[in-house]
Nanobody, 116 residues
Framework: QVQLVESGGGLVQPGGSLRLSCAASGSIDRVYIMGWHRQAPGKQRELVAVITNPGSTNYADSVKGRFTISRDNARNTVYLQMNSLKPEDTAVYYC??????????WGQGTQVTVSS
């Protein structure tokens, strides 16, 4: 089992920045991909960014150039730096860890609201 705890969400004005953190614990040696997903009201959950164990990254087109995913292996933590935030970035953001086919784990989610 892998436990994921997100933090760092909140209310920010358009153009502002936030950094989300996801602390992982448990059987993390089996995890080879970690990522962030988000779900806005009335919409399906969508992939935002992922990072693999070697450190390669991939981003949704809507956040490229604005968001950066990174990881601190010593702290078993993945971060999502979000800059130039837009109202359409408002959503609940979920941390995800993949440990094998059909074996993935989710955090409880953290709310990000972008509004003036």
């Amino acid at each position: 089992q892998v436990q994921l705890v997100e933090s760092g969400g909140g209310l920010v004005q358009p153009g502002g920045s936030l950094r989300l953190s996801c602390a992982a614990s448990g059987s993390i040696d089996r995890v080879y991909i970690m990522g962030w997903h988000r779900q806005a009201p009335g919409k399906q959950r969508e992939l935002v960014a992922v990072i693999t164990n070697p450190g390669s990254t991939n981003y949704a087109d809507s956040v490229k150039g604005r968001f950066t995913i990174s990881r601190d292996n010593a702290r078993n933590t993945v971060y999502l730096q979000m800059n130039s935030l837009k109202p359409e970035d408002t959503a609940v953001y979920y941390c995800n860890a993949v440990a094998g086919p059909s074996t993935d784990y989710w955090g409880q989610g953290t709310q990000v609201t972008v509004s003036s």
